[in-house]
């Protein structure tokens, strides 16, 4: 019989937190942390006014061509008057429409996974990402996130969970900072109080 080897420090273990518990609003720390990651961030009181900031946001960068493929922000969407609904395929978008599993507000993250309708290859392959969050979706750090999904899915996890802090960037070529390499040039999330 086996007999387990005690701590030699066990004050040492990780029992408490290394991060500090939020010091504001979780809509406040993930707005300024994923903005120092280049992301752009739009509070939206409602859908309504998802819809507004959409359609003035589409306007002012000229996208004709916006891909979306989840029909519950497509039903939301049409029905708040948002007027690009044609909702084009992903090979020739402007910009791609997503929702997110959660928003990690520590460290500015929009947690994606291919269990929503959108797949892998929304968030990715656009040259613009739009996710669409409730405010609801907000938790504190990676920790909180990863069990939240882990009792979400209940240990049959998608089988693709990934972490996007802002924009794609490389710093591969001779240690200079490259954005939209591998991934979407720009990243923006719009907030929805729920």
């Not at 992903?90 to 959660?102: K, S």
Request: with cysteine; glycine share 6%; hydrophobic share 40%.
């Amino acid at each position: 019989m086996s007999q387990s080897t005690p701590l030699p420090f066990p004050q040492s273990e990780g029992n408490t937190p290394v991060f500090q518990p939020a010091r504001q609003e979780l809509e406040v720390e993930f707005a300024e942390q994923f903005g120092k990651l280049q992301g752009k961030f739009v509070y939206c009181s409602n859908v309504a006014e998802l819809a507004i900031q959409l359609n003035k946001l589409s306007a002012l960068m000229n996208w004709e061509h916006i891909y979306c493929k989840e029909e519950v922000w497509k039903k939301i969407l049409k029905e708040n008057q948002f007027y690009n609904t044609s909702f084009t395929d992903l090979a020739t978008c402007h910009a791609a429409i997503t929702g997110c599993e959660l928003l990690v507000a520590r460290t500015g993250t929009i947690v994606l996974s291919s269990a929503g309708e959108s797949g892998r290859t929304a968030s990715v392959y656009a040259p613009v990402h739009i996710c669409i969050a409730h405010t609801s979706q907000l938790v504190y750090d990676i920790k909180d996130a990863l069990l939240q999904l882990k009792e979400k899915y209940a240990g049959k996890f998608p089988s693709l969970i990934s972490f996007a802090s802002g924009p794609s960037r490389t710093a591969d070529i001779e240690k200079t900072l490259v954005t939209g390499v591998h991934g979407p040039k720009e990243v923006y999330c719009f907030l929805v109080e729920a």
